[in-house]
């Protein structure tokens, strides 16, 4: 149920990402930030299992620290992107054998998550990068992940252009949110926007339609 998407404008890119946490057919809470820092130029917006997404979103971005730690310099947006996919893909190939007199089990512990990575290089300028569960790497001008993906690219795929303005691009992300929250059964109400260019990674905006509510203990 979860909707995540972003795309590439002149000198900028941007991603969004619904913030429900969700359960079953539970909803916990409506203001969880699915798009993580990385550094100071990259963003990284995540799908999938909860607890994958969040363990693996934090180790990502602690080896990045780590690299730049290291080396004194810090990893390109496609390093990074390349780094993360080699990790998903490791974690999808391990398997581990427990044998025993007459039982022999076979356990794969994959990450279920999927990933969109922003970012701004000095050289390169603005980049996406679209990464699945499997370790599929990509880089797009625009992509998604969740059911609002059928929503978002479709609008995407019929506004988008390369040469798009920060406002344009705003425009194009609110016509996105309100298509999902207008035709998918089960939309998420909350996205939160974020955005990274020359001057770096950083919040933009908050499209709020339920305020999180503290319910009281009984």
């Known amino acids: 149920m979860e909707c995540v998407f972003g795309l590439v404008g002149k000198g900028f890119a941007i991603v969004a990402a619904d913030t429900s946490a969700v359960h079953s057919i539970l909803l916990h809470k409506n203001n969880e930030d699915k798009i993580m820092l990385l550094d100071s130029h990259k963003l990284v917006a ?24 290291r080396n004194g310099i810090p990893l390109t947006t496609a390093a990074a992107a390349k780094f993360t996919r080699g990790e998903l893909a490791t974690a999808l190939r391990k398997v581990c054998y427990f044998f025993g007199s007459l039982l022999r089990l076979m356990i794969a512990n994959p990450y279920s998550v999927n990933i969109l990575m922003a970012g701004y290089d000095e050289e390169s300028g603005a980049s996406l990068y679209y990464i699945d569960y499997i370790a599929t790497l990509h880089k797009v001008d625009k992509g998604a ?15 988008y252009r390369e040469d798009m303005s920060v406002e344009e691009a705003i425009e194009l992300v609110d016509k996105c949110i309100l298509e999902i929250r207008s035709r998918l059964v089960v939309a998420p109400p909350n996205f939160v926007i974020k955005i990274v260019d020359k001057d770096g990674a950083r919040d933009y905006a908050w499209r709020q339609s339920v305020q999180d509510v503290t319910t009281a203990a009984v």
Not at 46 to 57: I, L
Not at 152 to 158: F, G, Y
């Open 46 to 69: 995540a799908s999938g299992e909860p607890g994958d997404r969040v363990q693996f979103t934090e180790y990502v971005q602690k080896n990045v620290s780590l690299y730049k730690f």
């Open 145 to 159: 992940f969740g059911y609002g993906s059928y929503f978002s690219l479709s609008t995407m795929d019929r506004h």
